[in-house]
């Protein structure tokens, strides 16, 4: 056995790049696991500046000074933003207090149908059951488990202040990223080993890759939220806005998300129309949505993208959703990718025998 895993190592670790970029990957993944917090605003900047760095370079090729790219940039970032915060938020807030006020009612109409279940059909859910029921349900609705919600979100208000530094610090930063980018480039260059070929091999092949998959997700994002929204509310469903940015925000978990998000869109159709003719068109014109998403939409944005198994997408959403929440859900395919990249990439002592058979 050690005879094997010290082949298996020679073989595996023989080209001082193959160390050098386990160095870098392992060093940057512990500064991200274990600085994540600390560097939140850095690693925000790193990602706007990276989907920004398109236009600013193309303005560059127009003879626009790199200066005047990244603040025309900027600005006009920052102003889409400002008039999305300002025209949406406050919209999804209203329907958000609207679906807790109006979730008791809802509740009652639930238990209401259930009872009549019960009543029917005993062998499927007894009263015992159905009382038990009834008392966790009142305990989330308890007036306490409301005050202490409360006291929760009176908490995450108070980190208003560092959102406040951060919206100031988040611009400046991807300001400088873009206007200084090959100076800060070349600058930290010093802090990586010289020998770092197959690190350099293996970035420019992830680097359109990576940025093709962030826009196009965002544009999936933005395509399958608006159609959402739109439908919801031509059909006069109630939360519409609410409804559609969860729809669209769903596609960020690819196979769960769609699920997830379907059943509070059914319940409100539910509890709004029953069992009706509207019921059923709602829930088949998103169905239609969700068909066209992931048969014409997603092969369209992503046709260069690299071919994942389903099985090891969900285990990238698992593991990297573990390791940094909701940024590790939105990179999971990238990381997931990358990964990949990597193991084709690898060298091993046939490749090496046969680049030097070759070179003879």
Not at 152 to 169: E, H, N, R, T
Not at 203 to 219: A, P, S, T
Not at 231 to 257: C, D
Request: charged share 10%; hydrophobic share 55%.
């Amino acid at each position: 056995m050690l005879e094997f895993l010290t082949d298996w190592c020679k073989t595996r670790f023989s080209d001082p790049q193959a160390i050098t970029l386990v160095f870098i990957i392992v060093g940057i993944g512990l500064a991200l696991y274990f600085g994540s917090g600390l560097l939140a605003p850095l690693l925000v900047a790193l990602v706007l500046a990276f989907l920004l760095e398109w236009p600013v370079a193309q303005m560059s090729r127009l003879g626009i000074s790199r200066t005047m790219a990244a603040s025309i940039v900027l600005v006009v970032f920052l102003g889409l933003m400002i008039i999305l915060m300002f025209g949406l938020v406050p919209s999804i807030w209203r329907q958000g207090v609207s679906l807790v006020t109006d979730l008791p009612s809802m509740i009652d109409k639930g238990m209401l149908l259930v009872r009549e279940f019960s009543a029917d059909y005993p062998q499927f859910i007894s009263a015992p059951q159905l009382d038990s029921m009834m008392e966790e349900i009142k305990k989330m609705l308890d007036t306490q488990h409301v005050i202490d919600l409360g006291k929760q979100i009176l908490g995450y208000s108070a980190s208003l202040l560092v959102l406040m530094v951060y919206a100031i610090l988040v611009p400046l930063l991807v300001f400088f990223f873009l206007k200084d980018k090959d100076y800060l480039i070349n600058g930290s260059k010093r802090f990586f080993p010289t020998n770092r070929g197959l690190a350099r091999k293996v970035w420019f092949e992830m680097d359109q890759q990576i940025f093709n998959y962030i826009r196009g997700k965002v544009i999936e994002i933005v395509i399958v939220g608006v159609a959402s929204y739109i439908f919801f509310a031509i059909m006069g469903l109630s939360y519409s806005a609410l409804l559609g940015v969860l729809t669209g925000l769903s596609v960020l978990i690819p196979y769960v998300g769609a699920t997830l998000v379907t059943l509070p869109i059914a319940l409100v159709a539910f509890f709004q129309w029953g069992f009706s003719a509207e019921f059923g068109y709602l829930m088949l014109g998103y169905g239609i949505i969700q068909a066209l998403d992931g048969n014409v939409l997603v092969p369209l944005l992503f046709s260069d993208a690299v071919d994942l198994h389903p099985v090891m997408i969900i285990a990238a959403v698992l593991v990297f959703g573990g390791l940094w929440g909701v940024w590790g859900v939105f990179f999971a395919i990238p990381l997931a990718s990358l990964v990949k990249a990597v193991i084709n990439a690898w060298p091993n002592n046939q490749q090496q025998q046969r680049v030097s058979f070759d070179s003879e």
